[in-house]
């Protein structure tokens, strides 16, 4: 039995239980409206034990094969405490699980990320995280094009600044704010999924393109192919953070280097295999239907 956790509105979970249902898979879907009146009796050891019930459902946790979570904002009490529950099982299942709640916990710090990113062997641009004013005008003066972010893994507008811009740096003193040096070149989306990797081309008249049909700017996507060995090097960095699947955020420069950005660990894939066509949903299907090896 599959379990989905997420909002029926969300269009990765709708596309995920869309694909299980095709296949006559069974699964069970907790939808995030409906956690209030999620049931459980779970114990918890080396594995879980115990069982849930939803929609009239009940389901041993033994019986578990797959798990997909995408998990939206839960409501306090009742649903809080059965939201601890379900990520306790995801944590702990032996279960093919996309993705356990431990290996995203690496986006929760963008800086911290970029470390393992770069320890894995990725161009990463020169990164400045400060609250000092000076120091940001300093790291502006010397790269003259900056990019700026929030630190944590809250979704956030990517936006840049430039030498003209300096005066407006007096505002991180209010909270630590991440700059990266600029780079030139072409955006590129892959998503690791397993061993498959789905690239995607994105041009785009703003600095950040998930936000150009709101903004009024443009934007083509592409299904793209990218080096077997960058492949391999995404699908060993996927490995390392503990995921079965991501949506890694690169730039490719006119001289061929690749520079990784950012690995999400809950990619909103559908935006991207829309425009693309890429299969990404059967994918990630295809490895919650694959019973996992005993261990």
């Not at 431990?102 to 020169?126: C, E, T, Y």
């Amino acid at each position: 039995m599959i379990v989905v956790w997420g909002p029926s509105n969300d269009p990765p979970v709708e596309r995920i239980l869309s694909a299980l249902q095709e296949r006559d898979a069974p699964v069970l879907h907790v939808d995030e409206k409906a956690l209030c009146a999620l049931r459980y009796d779970v114990t918890f050891g080396a594995t879980p034990t115990g069982w849930i019930e939803a929609q009239g459902q009940r389901l041993r946790v033994d019986e578990l094969t797959g798990i997909y979570l995408r998990p939206g904002e839960s409501v306090p009490g009742r649903a809080s405490a059965s939201s601890m529950i379900l990520l306790g099982i995801a944590a702990g299942a032996p279960a093919t699980v996309v993705n356990r709640p431990s290996a995203g916990r690496s986006n929760w710090s963008k800086p911290f990320q970029l470390q393992l990113i770069s320890a894995a062997g990725f161009s990463v641009p020169d990164t400045l995280v400060t609250t000092d004013p000076e120091a940001a005008r300093l790291f502006l003066c010397q790269h003259r094009r900056i990019v700026y972010k929030s630190v944590s893994g809250i979704r956030s507008i990517v936006a840049t600044l430039e030498t003209a811009d300096a005066d407006r740096l007096h505002a991180v003193a209010n909270g630590p704010v991440q700059f990266q040096r600029w780079i030139a070149g072409r955006d590129v989306r892959v998503h690791v999924v397993g061993e498959r990797c789905f690239a995607t081309a994105i041009d785009s008249t703003l600095d950040d393109y998930r936000y150009a049909p709101r903004e009024g700017g443009e934007v083509e996507l592409a299904a793209i192919d990218i080096p077997t060995e960058l492949g391999d090097r995404l699908v060993a960095l996927t490995r390392r953070l503990g995921l079965l699947v991501a949506g890694i955020d690169l730039r490719v420069t006119e001289q061929g280097e690749w520079f990784c950005f950012e690995v999400n660990p809950s990619p909103g894939f559908t935006f991207y295999e829309d425009a693309a066509g890429q299969p990404i949903a059967e994918a990630i299907v295809d490895l919650l239907v694959q019973v996992p090896l005993k261990t």
